[in-house]
Nanobody
Framework: EVQLVASGGGVVQAGGSLKLSCATS????????IGWFRQAPGKDREGVSC????????LYADSVKGRFTISRDIAKNTVYLQMNNLKPEDTAVYYC??????????????????WGKGTLVTVSS
């Protein structure tokens, strides 16, 4: 059974940092991708960053480049999102998603095959 469990959200002041974790299980596919997505109130879910399982290719949304870093611990089956210099506009529920076959564009929510429950990130000004 495939599972993704996101954690690490919280409340932080602008300029602060948070590290999100996505613990995965059941991903026995050859080349898949795990992505971080977010959804702010009244807005569509959007891709933030993702990483492929095969060679660790990473992608970032323009809005987070230079501030967020995605990484993985293969032994722990966990993908992390280090978020630095957070801004109020980063406030959202953050989700991790899994794409069974890495398409090379793992930032599109509709490409994800599995989702975990979200974790709320609130950035105060």
């Amino acid at each position: 059974e495939v599972q993704l469990v996101a954690s690490g959200g919280g409340v932080v002041q602008a300029g602060g940092s948070l590290k999100l974790s996505c613990a995965t299980s059941g991903f026995t596919f050859d080349d898949y991708a795990i992505g971080w997505f977010r959804q702010a109130p009244g807005k569509d879910r959007e891709g933030v960053s993702c990483i492929s399982s095969d060679d660790g290719d990473t992608l970032y949304a323009d809005s987070v480049k230079g501030r967020f870093t995605i990484s993985r611990d293969i032994a722990k089956n966990t993908v992390y999102l280090q978020m630095n210099n957070l801004k109020p506009e980063d406030t959202a529920v953050y989700y991790c998603g899994g794409e069974v076959i890495y398409s090379g564009t793992c930032l599109r929510p509709h490409d994800m095959d599995y989702w975990g429950k979200g974790t709320l990130v609130t950035v105060s000004s």
